[in-house]
């Protein structure tokens, strides 16, 4: 662990070392290796990536964004009421833009003590303690640089009653193996009868509405799509021809999940110098880099009790685009 900042009001510690580019070359070692290629989608959120996540969240195609402050603008008061939250830790917490909405109410109803943001990405965590504990004065927030996969043992005890929330759908980004096995982990940051999960999911709906969510007309979804060779030829001396890769987006109808690959224009062979490994593509060879679940309440409901926690309350916007569910431990 390194401490990269510690103030009467912040502290923000770091559990991506050195040893954690290794995660990068270790994923792009597995992946793409596979007969059919793959990555995870934390690798998006380099400076630029993650710049190109907050331009898809300003797309008029990309509701899930709009929808999910929708519901926290109409309804934080009551979230902060129901569960008395003093704390807020937010797993995925980026540039924790609706995020102020829960710490205003939690301000307003006088319980607001301390947040916990924690995110992959370093930059993110250090502007957001910064720039909130100027917003709210009195706050202390305690930030974790790490994976939220890898490093929820690193989240301090409870200072107060506790809200975790887990915005924007990034729930949806696991595969439904994983995602209970890291609900199951999520659910071990939580006391039975005090604390809460707060989790934002996206909802089944018309495919088109979907799929034109994932491909937008401007093509600023591609582009964070491709941002991920970008990062490779980076950090691992790659030499990905980003431009010859297009941009898949498609919704599996039977699985109920967007999928976004990279499908190689061409027969190309990329050296990753860093690791000794050549990859070759075929022409039209696919590389899946993300996935993004669609739920229904009740699939909702399942995950979360096969975590051991128990559905309390589903509060959607008015057109049903998204969820935010409110449950706690059995
Ligand atoms: N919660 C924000 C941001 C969502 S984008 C919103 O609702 O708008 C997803 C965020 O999760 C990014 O900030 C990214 O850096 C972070 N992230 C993705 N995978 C992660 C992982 N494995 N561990 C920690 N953070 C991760
Ligand atoms: C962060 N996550 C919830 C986004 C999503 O919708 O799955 C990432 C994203 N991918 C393409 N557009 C946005």
Request: proline share 5%.
């Amino acid at each position: 662990m390194q401490a990269l900042l510690s103030t009467e009001a912040v502290l923000v510690e770091s559990y991506v070392g050195p040893g954690e580019e290794r995660s990068l070359a270790d994923d792009v070692l597995d992946g793409l290796t596979r007969p059919f290629k793959e990555l995870p989608p934390k690798h998006f959120y380099d400076a630029a990536g993650a710049e190109l996540f907050d331009r898809i969240c300003e797309l008029p195609e990309y509701y899930p964004t709009r929808a999910e402050r929708a519901i926290l603008e109409d309804r934080s008061a009551e979230i902060v009421a129901a569960t008395g939250a003093a704390e807020l830790v937010e797993l995925g917490s980026g540039t924790a833009a609706k995020t102020r909405l829960l710490l205003t109410a939690m301000t307003e109803a006088g319980t607001l003590r301390r947040y916990v943001p924690v995110d992959v990405t370093e930059a993110m965590v250090l502007e957001c303690a910064d720039a909130l504990v100027d917003e709210f004065p009195g706050l202390r927030v305690h930030g974790i640089v790490g994976d939220f996969e890898r490093h929820l043992r690193h989240v301090p005890e409870p200072d107060g009653p506790r809200v975790v929330a887990f915005l924007g759908g990034t729930i949806g980004n696991f595969t439904p193996g994983s995602r209970r096995r890291f609900l199951r982990g999520l659910a071990k940051l939580l006391r039975p009868g005090v604390d809460h999960l707060l989790l934002g999911s996206d909802l089944v709906k018309d495919p088109a509405i979907i799929e034109a969510a994932y491909d937008d007309s401007a093509g600023v979804t591609a582009e964070f799509n491709r941002n991920v060779l970008r990062v490779i030829n980076r950090e691992l001396d790659a030499d990905f021809d980003v431009d010859a890769f297009e941009h898949v987006a498609f919704f599996d109808r039977e699985r109920e999940w967007v999928e976004m690959r990279l499908r190689a224009q061409r027969r190309m062979d990329v050296e990753v110098r860093q690791l000794g490994l050549t990859v070759a593509f075929a022409p039209r060879e696919e590389l899946r880099t993300e996935i993004s679940a669609k739920f229904t309440v009740d699939r909702l409901r399942g995950d979360l009790a096969a975590a051991g926690l128990e559905l309390r309350d589903v509060l959607t916007d008015p057109d049903d685009l998204f969820a935010l569910s409110l449950s706690s431990p059995r």
